[in-house]
């Protein structure tokens, strides 16, 4: 089910922009929250990713983002610091189960409810990593504007 009225709105978040190899999403993840770590920082929240290229080869070209309890982390040549991270007029949908066979199911829905309703994708896709009760899923999100 394609929710129309989402939303990502947080304080204080670290990111860091990578490429990889798709098979490689985990290993470059874990790194991530490793370096938030070392830079002293508490995570806060849900992991998330903007992905910025149409993989090209398998190739991958993400930021990854996560909240953080600290007010002002030193930034490094890898991360950066947001006080405020907020992107509203979203589209979102839930991926439950094999996320990637149905997130390819999942953004060909999203894109074509834009193209039904007269919307154009402003933002790349996010992917919000969720952990809730033990199970797993992945909430897929887009921006939009009307044409």
């Not at 922009?17 to 806060?44: C, I, W």
């Not at 990713?49 to 930021?63: D, G, H, R, S, T």
């Amino acid at each position: 089910m394609i929710s129309m009225r989402d939303s990502i709105c947080y304080q204080n978040v670290i990111s860091k922009k990578d490429t990889f190899y798709y098979k490689d999403m985990g290993r470059h993840l874990s790194e991530f929250l490793r370096q938030v770590r070392l830079a002293g920082a508490h995570p806060n929240g849900n992991v998330f990713c903007a992905l910025n290229n149409v993989p090209q080869e398998k190739i991958m070209k993400v930021e990854f983002f996560v909240p953080v309890k600290d007010e002002d982390i030193q930034e490094t040549s890898d991360l950066r610091f947001y006080s405020y991270f907020s992107i509203d007029d979203m589209m979102s949908i839930r991926i439950k189960s094999r996320f990637e066979e149905n997130t390819e199911k999942a953004y060909s829905a999203l894109l074509e409810l834009m193209k039904a309703t007269s919307l154009k994708q402003v933002t790349p896709p996010f992917h919000i990593m969720n952990n809730v009760d033990g199970k797993r899923f992945v909430t897929l999100k887009i921006g939009y504007r009307a044409f």
